[in-house]
Structure formats: C-alpha cells, structure tokens
C-alpha cells in the first residue's frame, strides 16, 4: 500500500531547524511522506533571519503540479508562502484540488515573522496569509499571530488551534475552536529554553496524522504529544534557540 502523502508549501532553512526541513521530519516521525515544494530561499541560523528570497511563484505551481500530478494527496501543510504572488498561485492550486476532494485537510501555519520579529515575506505577509486562511481547515496561530489575525471574529477556519508558547506561567496552555467555539484546552508543562521551528514541527505533525486518516481530535492530540517529546528531548547546534529532535516514534 502507498504511504500517505502530505504536500508541503514552506521556505528552506539553511540551518535545518524550520521550514521544510522541520516539516519532512516531522511528517515522517509520524508515518506519512512529505512532498516538499519550496515557496521561498532564506538566510537565516538557529536565531535570526538575515534575508528572504521568493520563489517565482510560476516555479512554485509548477512544482506542486508535478507532485499532484503523479501522487495522492492525503493533506497539505503551509507555512510561508514567501510573497503575496506565491499565496495566490497556492490557493489557486487548492481550490483545484478541493473540487476533486472536498474533504482535503489543509493545514496552515500563518507565520507572519520569526519568533524574534525578522520579515520571512517579500512583501505584505499578513495578506498572503488572509488568502489562505479562507480555505484551510485548520490554521494553528500562537496567541500574537492570533491578535494580528484579527482574533477569532477574524479566522474563519473551520477549527483553530490557538498556542500559548508566548505566554507566562508554568503551564503552554493551547485552545482548539470548533465552528470558532472553544471545544478543548490542552496543557503542557513549559520547558526552559526558546526552541527554532517549534510551530512548523507541531503544524506538520498534525498535517501527517490527519493524512493517516485520524479525527480532528485524536490527530489534535497526538501531534501536539509528538511536538512536546521533540521539545523535550532538544539538541543545540550553536548558542540559542534548540533545535527539536523530531526524528522521534509518534505518540499512540
């Protein structure tokens, strides 16, 4: 039988700790096979992001076609799109794709910047992620992405899974809406340290498992046990942000 696909939509990270990298980690860890379409070249470390290179959004089509072409998909998973060109050329593509499956997962993680504030969009990244928004099935903010979302009068997703990363206290508590009313809190002990790609690891995680076919629920559940364990057991490359070791056995 063939391993579920997820086609992914993110930028390279030179130093492997975000973006697609993070993403065919973490899609793998939990059983599926990423197909990894890069939106976007960047200049970055474990800590900052020195610069932001686009791909020509026609390159981007065509690599998705290509894969869409030869393979099933059984969810997607974006991250950023790298220009406002590069979300319309994307969402062109999924509405294709949601003709044919209206019941395709799309996942999107609306990244607006880097957790120190560095661009990681040519141009307006906030209506790049607004042309998404409208079909995702799931978007996964942390609670300043959320504000700039316009909250959750502002997020017409059908679920919304709102983190607490940025907040204070001993515990991460994260919100899932449903239909935008709050069904589930989840909460998880705060670990020391800051962590380089943590909503790419959890974001991806989530897209695999709903490409196996679990519930919004279970998949919800498990995906955030798998990105916690990755943060746990965190491995540094150079003074900073940890890099999660994703390469681990998803939860049961």
């Known amino acids: 039988m063939n391993v579920p696909c997820v086609l992914v939509f993110a930028g390279l990270d030179p130093g492997g700790g975000a973006g697609l990298a993070a993403d065919v980690l973490a899609i793998a860890a939990q059983g599926a096979h990423a197909l990894p379409v890069a939106t976007a070249l960047t200049v970055q470390d474990n800590n900052r992001v020195h610069d932001v290179a686009p791909v020509d959004a026609a390159l981007v089509l065509r690599q998705a076609e290509a894969l869409t072409a030869a393979c099933a998909i059984g969810a997607v998973k974006i991250g950023i799109p790298g220009s406002r060109a590069n979300a319309h050329a994307i969402a062109g593509l999924l509405r294709r794709l949601r003709a044919a499956d209206p019941d395709l997962p799309i996942v999107l993680d609306p990244v607006l910047a880097s957790g120190h504030g560095d661009a990681l969009c040519a141009d307006d990244a906030l209506a790049g992620v607004a042309d998404l928004l409208a079909l995702a099935t799931i978007a996964l903010p942390n609670e300043p992405e959320a504000c700039d979302l316009g ?7 059908p679920h919304l899974l709102v983190t607490g990363g940025h907040g204070e206290g001993s515990f991460v508590v994260n919100r899932w809406y449903r239909d935008g009313v709050l069904a589930r809190r989840w909460r998880w002990p705060r670990l020391a340290g800051q962590f380089h790609g943590s909503g790419c ?3 991806a995680a989530l897209a695999g498992r709903l490409a196996l076919g679990e519930g919004m629920l279970q998949a919800l559940g498990a995906a955030q046990a ?7 057991q965190s491995f540094a490359i150079a003074p900073g942000q940890r890099i999660p070791r994703r390469f681990l056995q998803p939860a049961r």
């Open 151 to 157: 909250g959750l009068d502002g997020i017409a997703c």
């Open 201 to 203: 690891t959890l974001a």
């Open 226 to 232: 798998y990105c916690h364990a990755a943060l746990t």
